[in-house]
């Protein structure tokens, strides 16, 4: 499927979340590894989610002259969710980072691993810099399926392109100062006077070099 595609869309900048960019990734054993990309649209982006419903009508017409026999279902499983809302996997409320945003995710099998660049279009070649709660665009496409009696649409994952940071999500990387404290000298270490290091104790008397602050 190509950027001319009517299924193909291109985000605004949202903030993603489960990022599963360069390595694939599978929620429950014994199902198939994909990379994944969740997607939190801004409920006041109007124009990406007026493309992708366009998108995802354009599927439907699709899976109708396709996989679907002729025949478009009355009610057609999306993959798009109301972050106000709840989980259709378990009725549990979303997270608190879905608030106020359209949710949805998209995939790619193993043999189509996503590009990733920034936003001069280089690749990423520090996956440390791509983390769940950055901000970016992301080209997708809403696709028909037809599988174990139930006709739906998916969406595959495309490109990638980070826009800016954010907080991380689901417990980002946290340093060893944030975690144990500021650290602390150990025993025996010089102490600092008057930005000089005294290694040593000055004794009643003893006379002090005044340029290198060492006993003479």
Request: glycine fraction near 14%; charge should be neutral; include cysteine.
């Amino acid at each position: 499927m190509g950027i001319g595609e009517l299924t193909n869309v291109t985000t605004g900048k949202a903030r993603l979340s489960y990022v599963h960019l360069y390595k694939p990734y599978a929620a429950e054993p014994g199902q198939e590894e994909k990379f994944s990309v969740t997607i939190l649209i801004p409920k006041t982006d109007t124009d990406t989610m007026a493309r992708i419903n366009a998108a995802i009508e354009a599927a439907k017409q699709k899976g109708a002259a396709g996989k679907w026999n002729g025949v478009c279902p009355p009610i057609v499983q999306t993959p798009v969710h109301d972050g106000d809302g709840v989980r259709p996997s378990d009725g549990m409320p979303f997270g608190e980072e879905c608030k106020g945003h359209w949710v949805f995710t998209a995939s790619a099998k193993l043999d189509r691993p996503p590009e990733v660049v920034d936003k001069a279009g280089n690749p990423i070649i520090n996956q440390s810099e791509v983390y769940s709660g950055m901000y970016g665009r992301v080209n997708v496409n809403f696709f028909p399926y037809a599988f174990g009696g139930k006709k739906g649409i998916g969406c595959g994952l495309g490109p990638v392109q980070k826009l800016e940071d954010g907080e991380a999500l689901g417990g980002g990387h946290v340093s060893a100062a944030q975690a144990f404290g500021t650290p602390q000298a150990a025993p025996g270490t010089p102490v600092q006077a008057n930005a000089v290091t005294l290694p040593w104790t000055p004794t009643a008397g003893g006379q002090v070099n005044p340029i290198t602050g060492m006993p003479m």
